[in-house]
Each structure stands twice: as structure tokens, then as C-alpha cells.
Antibody, heavy 120, light 109 residues
Framework: EVRLEESGGGLVQPGRSLRLSCKAS????????LNWVRQAPGKGLEWVGC??????????VYAASVRGRFSISRDDSKSIVYLQMDSLKSEDTAMYYC???????????WGPGTLVTVSS | QTVVTQEPSLTVSPGGTVTITCASS?????????TNWFQQKPGQVPRALIY???KKHSWTPARISGSLLGGEAALTLSGVQPEDEAEYYC?????????FGGGTKLTVL
């Protein structure tokens, strides 16, 4: 059974950092691009970024709204993908989801999400 | 920065047919945009319906289909049922990055 489970969310002050994790199981983790998607309260979905496999060349891509502040990494030996979020802003408040992607088929499985609240 | 536009809201009668469209600020949407479509109900995680413009997942109802229509991506729901009431999002791939549309709230009335 494919499973994705995010963790690491919480309340953080503006300007501070937070690292989210997404533990995967039930599929060949190293064969998949891993994406982070977020959804602010009452708002739509926003793609945050992804980390690719070696086959796709160029490991990470980010949305303009987070580029330079967020970074994604992966540990294929542990089947975990990370989202390092620095210089957090109130507008980063959202539910953060991880989801997998192969051959432009994105989001067949999603984790339940982890809530990040940026507030003083 | 790519902007993807959907109808903010649509209303359809039970048993009717509705098409949700997805336009890109970059111009004509083609198969190279690898359009994905998602359904999301309140309090739930998004559920994938369509990938690569028109391919269905094993769980996608036969009455839901994806296509290209007039330079845009389109999601058509036929024989609409009350449980189809939800928010629908398209997702386009352009120059190495994904961009979601703003979402369409579908009301079945």
C-alpha cells in the first residue's frame, strides 16, 4: 500500500525556520519525483517545488514564491523527502502536502498534510 | 510567471453535463503541458482524476474525461451526480515547473 506521511508542522514566528519531513512507503521511492504542495486556509492549491530523480537531471525546482527561501532534499535510503523552510512569512501559513510524480502523473497519492502556522 | 485560469464557479443540474476549462497565460495549452486534474471536497485531501491531458486513474469514473478544447485544457463531467459537488483544480507543467489553476467550485443544484 502506498503511503505518504508528513510531519514537522507547527507554530513558528515570522523570520524563523522549520523543516518538514515526508516519510514514504509502499513504492520504489527512488524512481519518483517528490513534490510539495501547499494550501492556505480557505484558498486553492499551490505547487511549492519538487526534487527529481537522477534520470531527470537538475535536482530541484521551486515556485517563484518560495525560491531562495525553501529547499527540498531527499534521502532515498530512508524514503524521506524534506522541505527546509527559512525566512518564513505569514503568507507561508498553510497545510503542506507531499505527493509523488512520475512521467507527469502527479498526485496519485497524497499524505494527510501537516499544518504550518507562521505568526508572532 | 505563469498564471493558470479556471472558472471560479459553475452550477450544473443532476444528470447534466458540465465542462471546466483551464487556460494558461503562456498561450495555447497543448499535450506538452501534461495537464492533471484534481477534485477536492471540504476537509479532504485532493484526489487525482486525470493526468497527461486525458488519461484516467483506475478510480476515475467513466463519466469524467479530460481533453484539449479551443486552446485550453478541459475537464468534462457527464451525468453529474450530487457527490460531484466539489472544488476542481487543473495543474499544468511549463518550463520545468508545475502551476495550479485557481480552482472551480462546482455546485450541483
Amino acid at each position: 500500500e502506498v503511503r505518504l506521511e508528513e510531519s514537522g508542522g507547527g507554530l513558528v514566528q515570522p523570520g524563523r525556520s522549520l523543516r518538514l519531513s515526508c516519510k514514504a512507503s509502499g513504492f520504489s521511492f527512488g524512481d519518483y519525483v517528490l513534490n510539495w504542495v501547499r494550501q492556505a486556509p480557505g484558498k486553492g492549491l499551490e505547487w511549492v517545488g519538487c526534487i527529481r530523480t537522477d534520470d531527470y537531471g537538475g535536482p530541484t525546482v521551486y515556485a517563484a514564491s518560495v525560491r531562495g527561501r525553501f529547499s527540498i532534499s531527499r534521502d532515498d535510503s530512508k524514503s524521506i523527502v524534506y522541505l527546509q523552510m527559512d525566512s518564513l512569512k505569514s503568507e507561508d501559513t498553510a497545510m503542506y502536502y507531499c505527493t509523488r510524480d512520475v512521467a507527469w502523473n502527479l498526485g496519485d497519492y497524497w499524505g494527510p498534510g501537516t499544518l504550518v502556522t507562521v505568526s508572532s | 510567471q505563469t498564471v493558470v485560469t479556471q472558472e471560479p464557479s459553475l452550477t450544473v443540474s443532476p444528470g447534466g453535463t458540465v465542462t471546466i476549462t483551464c487556460a494558461s497565460s503562456t498561450g495555447t495549452v497543448t499535450n506538452d503541458y501534461h495537464t492533471n486534474w484534481f477534485q477536492q471536497k471540504p476537509g479532504q485531501v485532493p484526489r487525482a482524476l486525470i493526468y497527461s491531458t486525458s488519461k484516467k486513474h483506475s478510480w476515475t469514473p467513466a463519466r469524467i474525461s479530460g481533453s484539449l478544447l479551443g486552446g485550453e485544457a478541459a475537464l468534462t463531467l457527464s451525468g453529474v451526480q450530487p457527490e460531484d459537488e466539489a472544488e476542481y483544480y487543473c495543474l499544468l507543467f511549463y518550463r520545468g515547473a508545475w502551476v495550479f489553476g485557481g480552482g472551480t467550485k462546482l455546485t450541483v443544484l
